[in-house]
């Protein structure tokens, strides 16, 4: 059945087309100015949105355009001459939607147990970043967005949402600086702005803008409703043409075909 989305403006549609805005940035400065680091620090900003929707959404399926761009990104960065690992972030996604009900079933059982697979996933952020990018820093994220959203079903505490949104944050902001070594003007940058979006995490809820929608001309209506509606296709898209324009570019890190098993120390294109 295909899902009938609002016409209005929603708050998934301004979060997501930040992000994709941020993603963007931050995959400029990957592919095309890997020695300017404040294009990944801004992007790096955009990260915890991703996984923690991935915890917020009630759906939990795998649709077959996921699978779809998973196999596209793949056989780009073989063509490429990129890494098989990790894993590109969709597979971390798939993952991540059919894990994440199981997961919060041991980490319900109590406080403790949440604060005890927490510090697990903290350990394991490092060694699992070779297996697929973000690694289980994805899960924490997901773990907040799904206390976000059940808070009052589930009865959450709000000093224990609002304690595990710092650790969330915490957690990303200090295996980011690890893998990056930015400057510290960077990392006020990459710190401020993490801020910032985990407090709108903090707060997110499924809403409709019918009033900011009125007030729109139709091309920003239709550029924001599509940058949070398509996020999927701009994902692969853009992904899969900066990585060829690396490539036909002569980038030294771009060679056809020469691909790799494993890229050490990646936390996440």
């Known amino acids: 059945m295909t899902k009938i989305l609002p016409k209005d403006i929603t708050s998934y549609d301004l979060l997501k087309s930040f992000a994709v805005i941020i993603m963007i940035i ?54 490429t001459g990129l890494y098989v690992f990790p894993l590109s972030a ?26 005890i697979v927490s510090a697990i996933l903290f350990v394991l952020v490092v060694p699992s970043f070779f297996v697929m990018e973000y690694g289980a820093q994805a899960m924490i994220m997901a773990i907040l967005g799904y206390m976000v959203r059940h808070e009052k079903d589930k009865g959450y505490d709000k000093k224990l949402v609002r304690d595990y949104t710092v650790f969330a944050g915490f957690s990303f902001l200090f295996w980011q600086q690890l893998n990056f070594g930015m400057s510290t ?16 995490l903090r707060g997110f809820d499924k809403k409709t803008y019918p009033k900011l929608t009125a007030k729109l001309p139709m091309p920003a209506i239709w550029s924001l409703q599509f940058m949070g509606r398509r996020t999927l296709e ?4 853009h992904l899969v043409l900066f990585k060829f324009l690396c490539l036909l570019t002569g980038d030294p890190r771009f060679v056809l075909f020469d691909w790799q098993w494993f890229y050490i120390l990646n936390a996440g294109s």
């Open 26 to 79: 931050d995959h400029l400065g990957y592919y095309f100015f890997p020695d300017e680091l404040i294009f990944r620090a801004i992007g790096r900003i955009g990260f915890p949105i991703w996984f923690f929707l991935i915890g917020h959404a009630s759906g939990r399926d795998l649709p077959t355009k996921l699978l779809i761009g998973i196999g596209m990104l793949m056989a780009a960065d073989i063509i």
């Open 90 to 115: 969709l597979v971390t996604i798939a993952l991540l939607r059919i894990s994440i009900d199981k997961v919060m079933a041991v980490c319900d059982k109590s406080q403790r147990m949440l604060w």
């Open 185 to 200: 003007p960077l990392l006020v940058l990459m710190g401020v702005g993490t801020a910032a979006i985990m407090v709108v």
């Open 234 to 237: 701009i994902y692969v898209g």
